[in-house]
């Protein structure tokens, strides 16, 4: 079971109550989606570092970047490392096309689209 059928199951019957969790539904659907993400990061990042060639430093950063918009509260702060994190992504897979590579830097960018998601969940939220 996802977290987000988890969450919708065990929501208050109460109406006023599941009003205020309707919100989290989308949080924790893009929250379960980023940690099946970090499946792949593990995976690429295996192959990155068992390979011959020299890791891209952008790589590294991405990752970095990501871990810091996952420890952010304020949606402004996450889209901000999120944008460094796509950046980063996006260099590193310019300066090296590996499988390894190009495996980690794809879960890195899908990572980021889910934890715009969460952003925008809490910015709604908040309303």
């Known amino acids: 079971m996802t977290l987000a059928r988890e969450v919708a199951r065990r929501a208050p019957r109460r109406r006023g109550a599941r009003r205020r969790l309707d919100p989290l539904v989308p949080l924790a659907a893009a929250l379960d989606a980023a940690v099946a993400d ?17 890791a891209p430093s952008d790589a590294a950063r991405a990752l970095f970047a990501l871990a810091e918009a996952l420890r952010a509260r304020e949606p402004v702060d996450v889209r901000e490392a999120v ?36 952003a925008a969940a809490r910015e709604q939220q908040r309303r």
Do not use: F
């Not at 970090?38 to 990155?48: C, D, E, F, N, Y």
């Not at 460094?84 to 980690?104: C, F, I, K, N, P």
């Open 38 to 54: 970090s499946r792949a990061v593990a995976t690429g990042a295996m192959r990155v570092l068992s390979s011959e060639r020299a």
């Open 83 to 118: 944008a460094r994190a796509r950046e980063s992504a996006r260099a590193a897979r310019a300066a090296d096309d590996s499988l390894g590579v190009a495996v980690l830097t794809h879960a890195a960018l899908s990572i980021a689209d889910q934890l715009e998601r969460v």
